[in-house]
């Protein structure tokens, strides 16, 4: 725990002018980022006596060993330069709204000759039309299966669409006429992008138009006596207007807002946001945050305004944005916002009528969702707290090991040795921080070894960096440092190794032969699940019920499930090897067309110089090179009928990733590849 007054700078050095601050850990990691209308009178206000501050300021200020800042000459500069920094460092003391990306989008990909409607989550993708968010996926496949009729879009994939367009025969949405079957030509390119232009137009609110037309076309019909297509339309318009009805109207004159409500408690926000499009709902999301520092109302709708519309242009920020409270001065936000839509947006608290009585609804959702929230989590804190105190007892550890770091290694029968390091922070996975090894340092199995050799080079790259930064020199001034996170900058509190003693013994060696001494290390073996110390005789054993061994469970099962989806990626790439991957400079590209030219890796070995010299692409030096390689290459084994032994006399299977037709050798084993994070 560091003295602010260490670093405080002196008297004067701070300008009295507009910028932005920055404090930084002692090993050069930016965990608070702030701005100021005046930096000397704010960044006084941390410099003062410990007891007077907030106590989530007072962790803070003592976590950090350094404060810096850059000046700007506007306020409106100031918010967008807090705001790029808070996404690129990712400051642990911010207030930070989870992520919305797991909110479902309906997405139309007009960056596309044949635009697609489709469900869309994640970050926004140039040239794609972009309406929700929507609470739930289905709610989108409903709407998108009524207005096909009216405007039959494609929906396909890509492989799905290139099928189509090679057999010749559109998919059933094709046949059904919900789908207009661009694959097969029924509808030329312009038509179909016209088509998928008319239906943004339409989920972006302009509803009228399309009603009236239909409307017309269906009386003409009946004026004609065309019963069928009058009928026809007559669905069109109710399907239309049953989708309108999944968006009921709110605000009456069709206004374009969204509305921002907050709830809050002393630890904790929540954040819900209504989407308003020509009146009616079109989108609803919310966030939760711990509250890191003591903010008001109006700085938690400041930070939701740069979380909802830091990344978004144009129409995407409406003309109007209803919030609780105005940040304070509401100037710079106002005109930020205005910069970002290109055209006047307005910012205010609703007052009377229809928008405040929408508010208090939005209001309502945030208070439930902060009453949901606190109901789930709050057996979960109490649950890692008091397993990081268990762990911390048992092990005799000073204080509860707050980062774990957890490794395994694993191989099948020796060959494609891998390692794998998970790391959990306050009882969280925190993913961004794993890490893979390849073992090096030998061939063969040998799980000792293996770990002595990880723990060994993650640590050597840990006081590299340490080194770097001049951390451990006293009185010596540290290497500028961007603040960004580092592969292997930051030390755990404990170590914990997949297996029994004898890993845990090639751990601790490991860790002594750096000269570090200050990271405890512990192991769990399988079989009883005891934990294991260097230099013990016998193991610790902790109740079944313990959560602290229910935590270190959780940690080495991640640890092995991430080192076994690495090795099985590994080995799979290596069965999907082909000759054709040693030469050097020949492409995906240029190997399909050797493939496709000869038919067959076998038949490819058997061709001359002059013969492979005949591909497209391929010169003699590579048709060289091509052969060498090939020659070198040791056919593989024949393929064998197990039931009758038999040899088969087939052509060499294709193996190479990317080829058409791509198998794996015979005999490979049948691995399901895991996800990795």
């Not at 138009?209 to 007559?234: N, S």
């Not at 936000?333 to 006047?344: C, K, M, S």
């Not at 999907?576 to 030219?597: M, Y």
Request: charged share 30%; aromatic share 6%; proline share 6%.
């Amino acid at each position: 725990m560091a003295d602010p007054s260490s670093y405080r700078p002196r008297p004067g050095e701070i300008p009295d002018s507009p910028g932005v601050y920055r404090f930084r850990d002692e090993h050069r990691r930016v965990i608070y980022v702030g701005k100021a209308k005046s930096l000397r009178q704010r960044l006084a206000n941390y410099f003062q006596d410990l007891a007077n501050l907030h106590p989530r300021t007072r962790t803070m200020v003592t976590t950090a060993a350094s404060v810096e800042w850059t000046v700007v000459s506007t306020e409106v500069e100031a918010l967008q330069l807090e705001y790029t920094w808070i996404k690129e460092f990712d400051p642990r003391f911010n207030v930070k709204y989870r992520d919305d990306k797991s909110y479902p989008y309906l997405a139309v990909t007009m960056n596309e000759e044949f635009p697609r409607v489709q469900v869309m989550r994640g970050q926004k993708r140039k040239g794609v039309r972009y309406f929700g968010p929507y609470g739930h996926a289905w709610a989108i496949r409903d709407t998108v299966d009524l207005l096909l009729r009216v405007f039959p879009v494609r929906t396909c994939s890509a492989g799905v669409f290139k099928n189509a367009a090679r057999t010749g025969r559109p998919c059933l949405l094709g046949y059904i006429d919900k789908c207009s079957a661009p694959c097969v030509g029924r509808i030329p390119p312009e038509d179909h992008r016209e088509l998928a232009e008319e239906f943004c137009d339409f989920m972006a609110g302009r509803t009228g138009t399309y009603l009236r037309r239909l409307e017309r076309r269906m009386m003409e019909a009946a004026e004609e006596m065309e019963y069928e297509r009058a009928a026809r339309l007559r669905d069109d318009i109710e399907a239309l207007k049953k989708a309108m009805e999944k968006n009921a109207v709110v605000l009456t004159d069709a206004t374009d807002a969204d509305l921002v409500a907050v709830a809050e408690d002393e630890l904790e926000a929540a954040v819900q946001i209504f989407h308003v499009r020509g009146g009616r709902v079109r989108g609803q999301r919310g966030w939760v945050t711990d509250k890191v520092e003591d903010v008001t109302t109006a700085a938690l709708v400041e930070h939701a305004l740069q979380q909802l519309y830091g990344e978004e242009t144009g129409d995407s920020v409406p003309k109007e944005v209803l919030v609780p409270a105005l940040p304070d001065p509401i100037e710079p936000v106002q005109d930020w916002l205005t910069g970002r839509r290109g055209a006047n947006v307005s910012l205010r608290i609703p007052q009377r009528g229809d928008k405040k009585a929408l508010m208090e609804t939005v209001q309502r959702n945030a208070q439930q969702a902060l009453a949901l929230h606190k109901t789930k989590r709050a057996s979960d804190l109490t649950t890692r707290s008091r397993a990081l105190e268990e762990i911390a007892e048992a092990l005799d550890l000073d204080s509860a090991p707050l980062r774990i770091e957890c490794y395994d290694i694993s191989h099948l029968q020796g060959e494609d040795v891998v390692a794998s390091m998970v790391v959990f922070e306050d009882g969280l996975q925190r993913k961004s921080e794993y890490r893979r090894f390849q073992i090096k340092g030998f061939e063969g199995q040998d799980d000792v070894r293996s770990m002595h050799e990880v723990i060994t080079r993650r640590f050597r790259r840990y006081l590299a960096e340490k080194e770097r930064t001049g951390e451990w020199a006293d009185g010596e001034q540290p290497a500028e440092d961007d603040g960004r996170p580092k592969r292997f900058a930051y030390p755990p509190q404990l170590v914990v190794v997949d297996g029994g003693q004898p890993q845990v013994t090639a751990a601790r060696r490991a860790l002594d032969e750096l000269g570090i001494d200050d990271i405890a290390v512990c192991g769990l073996a399988k079989r009883l699940e005891e934990v294991w110390l260097p230099g013990e005789d016998d193991p610790v054993v902790l109740p079944r019920t313990s959560e602290g061994l229910y935590l270190l469970q959780r940690v080495r099962d991640e640890a092995h499930r991430f080192a076994i989806t690495y090795q099985r990626t590994k080995r799979a790439r290596r069965l999907r090897s082909s000759p054709l991957d040693e030469v050097p400079g020949l492409g995906d590209t240029r190997k399909q067309a050797l493939i496709k030219h000869f038919g067959s890796v076998r038949k490819l070995r058997s061709a001359t110089v002059d013969q492979i010299q005949e591909v497209p692409g391929i010169g003699r030096k590579t048709a060289e090179t091509i052969a060498v390689a090939l020659a070198r290459a040791a056919p593989a084994a024949p393929a064998v009928n197990t039931a009758t032994g038999e040899i088969m006399e087939e052509e060499e299977p294709v193996t190479t990733a990317g080829f058409p037709g791509e198998s794996v050798s015979a005999g490979a084993p049948d691995e399901r590849r895991g996800q990795e994070p």
